[in-house]
C-alpha cells in the first residue's frame, strides 16, 4: 500500500460513532479524535469525552513551534438540566478506575464535521449538542450549544484546569 495514495488509506473518511459505540466506555475510550487549527494547535480526545492520554485537551496550542505546546483548555464538566431532571455530559474516569460522572452513558452520537467534534447527547425526550469547533488558522476556541429539542435545556459548565 502506498502512504501517499489516499484512496487506499486505512483511515476513515468519515467519523460517525452511534449509540452502540458511545454508550460502551471500553469502546468509546478507545476510539479518538484530531483537529488541527493549521497553526500548529491541536485538540485531541476519545468519543466518551474523558482523557486517557496527557496529551489530550481541547485547546493544546503551539506557543513555541514545534515543540513548545501547552494545554490552554483541557476538557469542560458539563451538565444539563431539562425536565427538571439533571443530566451529566461530561465523564471522567479517576486514578482509583471509579468513573464518575458518567456522561457517556448520555450520549447518543459522535462525529467529526470538519474541525468540529460534536456530541449528541440524549436528554429524555430531548438531544443537545455542545460544540468545539476550532478556528482555522488563528488560535481560537469557540464553544457553542444547539438544543435539538421543542424545549430548552439549561447547560451549566465550568473549564477544568490542565493537569
Not at 460544540?131 to 451549566?156: D, H, M, V, Y
Amino acid at each position: 500500500m502506498n502512504p501517499l495514495d489516499q484512496t487506499s488509506s486505512a483511515l476513515p473518511r468519515e467519523v460517525d460513532f452511534g449509540r452502540e459505540i458511545c454508550g460502551d466506555l471500553g469502546a468509546a475510550e478507545s476510539r479518538e479524535w484530531l483537529v488541527t487549527n493549521g497553526v500548529g494547535d491541536y485538540a485531541f480526545g476519545t468519543v466518551a469525552g474523558h482523557h486517557t492520554r496527557c496529551y489530550h485537551g481541547l485547546l493544546v496550542a503551539a506557543l513555541d513551534p514545534p515543540a513548545g505546546r501547552v494545554l490552554l483548555l483541557a476538557k469542560l464538566d458539563e451538565s444539563a438540566r431539562y425536565a427538571s431532571q439533571q443530566f451529566e455530559l461530561a465523564t471522567n474516569r479517576w486514578a482509583d478506575g471509579t468513573v464518575s460522572p458518567e456522561g457517556y452513558r448520555n450520549i447518543e452520537r459522535f462525529r467529526l464535521e470538519g474541525a468540529t467534534p460534536v456530541w449528541t447527547f440524549a436528554l429524555g425526550d430531548a438531544l443537545l449538542e455542545p460544540l468545539f469547533p476550532a478556528a482555522k488558522g488563528i488560535r481560537l476556541l469557540g464553544i457553542s450549544l444547539s438544543s435539538l429539542a421543542t424545549n430548552a435545556a439549561e447547560q451549566r459548565g465550568k473549564p477544568d484546569p490542565p493537569p
